[in-house]
């Protein structure tokens, strides 16, 4: 009797796994319901003990989440947010935790304060999805998406990977091991602004925006 409703528990566990996994799937296949879904989670008060924090990378796309593998101790000595203290983790998770916070800006950005979707422009499999602040509909921020099978992704973290101090600063840390470098990082060493302003182009062009 004991082994028969143990096996039903885990019987029902495991739909309730597939269950969820399909809703998941199915909300990520709406553009505009995954960014509402990723705005959410970078908007909370994330702690590194948790393991909230570290679902935001899945909402990345597959180019993202490796360059975030090959790239978050570099990233995690450049986070402002917490005072210099997380450059000095001596564990993996710190460095990830502290590599992610400075990518999406999560403790500092607030429910109250949550950027909102306003237009979303779509080139299968590329889009760009325009966010604004609840306080400033007048601006715009943009941020790329693309689709991967069923599920559309963020690209570049919503932007903040073509930050000059992100960008600028992965590039200067490899450089100086004499880390081979990608083609992104000789032109932002070169001209960050230049690469900043290309990268934005290169984007919207992939979306059927063509900007001057």
Same mark, same amino acid.
């Given at each position: =009797?004991?082994?028969? =409703?143990?096996?039903?528990?885990?019987?029902?566990?495991?739909?309730?796994? $597939?269950?969820?996994?399909?809703?998941?799937?199915?909300?990520?296949?709406?553009?505009?319901?995954?960014?509402?879904?990723?705005?959410?989670?970078?908007?909370?008060?994330?702690?590194?003990?948790?393991?909230?924090?570290?679902?935001?990378?899945?909402?990345?796309?597959?180019?993202?989440?490796?360059?975030?593998?090959?790239?978050?101790?570099?990233?995690?000595?450049?986070?402002?947010? @917490?005072?210099?203290?997380?450059? =000095?983790?001596?564990?993996?998770?710190?460095?990830?935790?502290?590599?992610?916070?400075?990518?999406?800006?999560?403790?500092?950005?607030?429910?109250?304060? @949550?950027?909102?979707?306003?237009?979303?422009?779509?080139?299968?499999?590329?889009?760009?999805?325009?966010?604004?602040?609840? @306080?400033?509909?007048?601006?715009?921020?943009? $941020?790329?998406?693309?689709?991967?099978?069923?599920?559309?992704?963020? *690209?570049?973290?919503?932007?903040? @990977?073509?930050?000059? *101090? $992100?960008?600028?600063?992965?590039?200067?840390? *490899?450089?100086?091991?004499?880390?081979?470098?990608?083609?992104?990082?000789?032109?932002?060493?070169?001209?960050? *602004?230049?690469?900043?302003?290309?990268?934005?182009?290169?984007? =919207?062009?992939?979306?059927?925006?063509?900007?001057?």
């Amino acid at each position: =009797m004991v082994v028969a =409703m143990f096996v039903l528990a885990r019987q029902l566990s495991d739909r309730e796994k $597939i269950k969820a996994k399909k809703t998941l799937t199915t909300q990520m296949s709406e553009p505009r319901t995954m960014v509402r879904m990723y705005l959410i989670e970078v908007s909370l008060n994330h702690d590194y003990k948790s393991d909230r924090w570290e679902k935001i990378i899945g909402f990345m796309s597959s180019n993202d989440q490796l360059w975030f593998e090959e790239n978050f101790r570099f990233i995690a000595s450049l986070n402002r947010y @917490r005072e210099g203290n997380i450059s =000095m983790a001596v564990t993996e998770r710190e460095q990830r935790f502290g590599a992610m916070q400075a990518l999406t800006g999560f403790d500092r950005n607030s429910k109250d304060n @949550r950027p909102l979707v306003s237009t979303i422009e779509l080139n299968d499999p590329y889009g760009v999805v325009f966010i604004h602040h609840s @306080r400033r509909p007048d601006t715009l921020t943009p $941020i790329f998406i693309i689709r991967e099978g069923k599920e559309w992704k963020i *690209r570049r973290f919503g932007g903040s @990977r073509d930050e000059t *101090r $992100i960008a600028h600063g992965i590039a200067e840390a *490899r450089n100086l091991k004499d880390l081979p470098l990608t083609n992104d990082e000789r032109a932002v060493l070169e001209n960050p *602004r230049r690469y900043k302003e290309g990268k934005r182009r290169e984007m =919207m062009a992939r979306c059927g925006i063509h900007e001057q």
